[in-house]
């Protein structure tokens, strides 16, 4: 059985960086597509990045889009977000998602997705 687990969450003050990973195990990560969304405290998850199975093909939400990357190690089995020039309002708890199949596309909606992540928490403060 799959499972994704989210690492690298911190606190970081604004204008900072960091760069959270999603390891997948159980599987291989060349079969899945990858989203990251993140949850704020009384919101609702926002998609923040996608990855196709390929690599080839991303998404990004004009909120992030410029200051997040997402990337795939399929060697690693992991997938990572960077994250920089971080604003208070990035402050939310990130959760990666997986749908499995090699699709040469990805979706920001997470009703697509198979399988969720426990999530890292990143805080942005000084």
């Known amino acids: 059985q799959v499972q994704l687990v989210e690492s690298g969450g911190g606190l970081v003050e604004p204008g900072g960086s960091l760069t959270l990973s999603c390891a997948v195990s159980?599987?291989?990560?060349?079969?899945?597509?990858i989203g990251w969304f993140r949850q704020a405290t009384g919101k609702g998850r926002e998609g923040v990045s996608c990855?196709?199975?390929?690599?080839?093909?991303?998404y990004y939400p004009d909120s992030v889009k410029g200051r997040f990357t997402i990337s795939r190690d399929n060697a690693k089995n992991t997938v990572y977000l960077q994250l920089s020039s971080l604003k208070p309002e990035d402050t939310a708890v990130y959760y990666c998602?997986?749908?499995?199949?090699?699709?040469?596309?990805?979706?920001?909606?997470?009703?697509?997705?198979?399988?969720w992540g426990q999530g890292t928490q990143v805080t942005v403060s000084s």
């Open positions: 990855i196709s199975s390929s690599g080839g093909s991303t």
């Open positions: 998602l997986a749908k499995l199949g090699k699709y040469s596309y990805c979706s920001g909606s997470k009703v697509w997705y198979n399988v």
């Open positions: 159980g599987s291989t990560l060349d079969y899945y597509a």
